[in-house]
């Protein structure tokens, strides 16, 4: 794969961005890893532009085009890795047929409760600003066999049901993390993209007041008291260590805890919006239609078909 980016800055290279679409996955606290194959054989060589709040890393295993983030592209062959962060607009092209990929998706909170030696420098990889050769990653053939099993495993997990299922797909996405950054690390590159003594206890502590406190009225000034720091300040930070807001993060975290118990049989549409902080059945189903592609009584049917 050529390593060399090539800019794109006319009107017509950067159209696509215009069609970017938030892209949902029923991820939550509880099962927070998010996994699947996609192998492409026929059809338009075109991947639909997309953007998700999601940490989100793919491992290509045949095929190959042009791939796209932002203003920047690069040609991806197999052998590569891609590593993206919430809110970051993607795209790609197909050359050649087939188009074989496995995609691992996992919420940003996931690394963050590690604490700020391990799992913030490991998130700050995801949601930096960097180079689209930063973002696509081509590790030496005997790493790269390792991680593609990884992958394999993790979306056996997704797919299977078994005892301790969503214990072993965190523990497999951290080795396929650690194993991928120790590599970069002794390549000189450096561990973390971020400000040397950046703080990430207002981030902590912001993230734990979320989690605790999400089915109740919040405010920024309340959430700004619990991180200790300014609203302004918060809202600053809060968006350079995730790429996205407190308030959408807040959004996704309640659809998301909504969702898993629309998964369950016993609860209804009502029950769902009111046990995650919305007072307002219109406005739970506007926002659960932005995040999840999906009416809440259409996911709940889908989720009965599934579970049928």
Known sequence: MSRKATPANSAADLAWLFDVTESRR???????VWARESLVHEGPPIRHPERHPYCEINILLQGNGPFLVENEQLFQTPGSLVLLGPGVPHWGRIKTYPLHSIMVYFLPSLLIELGPTNGAHILRRFTAKQSITDRVVRPPQKLFQQLEGLFR???TEFEGERFGREIR???LLMEILVSLLRWEQQQGRPLALDEPGADWRPILRTLQFLREHYAEPIYACDVARAAGVSESRLKVLFHDALGLSWVKFLQGYRIHRAAAQLHESGHNVTEAALAVGFESLSHFNATFRSFMGAS???Y???AEKAGS
Do not use: N, V, W, Y
Request: net charge neutral; aromatic share 0%.
């Open 153 to 155: 495993e993790i979306l």
């Open 296 to 298: 809440p009584k259409d």
């Open 300 to 302: 709940m049917r889908t």
């Open 169 to 171: 797909m965190r523990t």
């Open 26 to 32: 029923p991820l939550s606290e509880t099962s927070p």
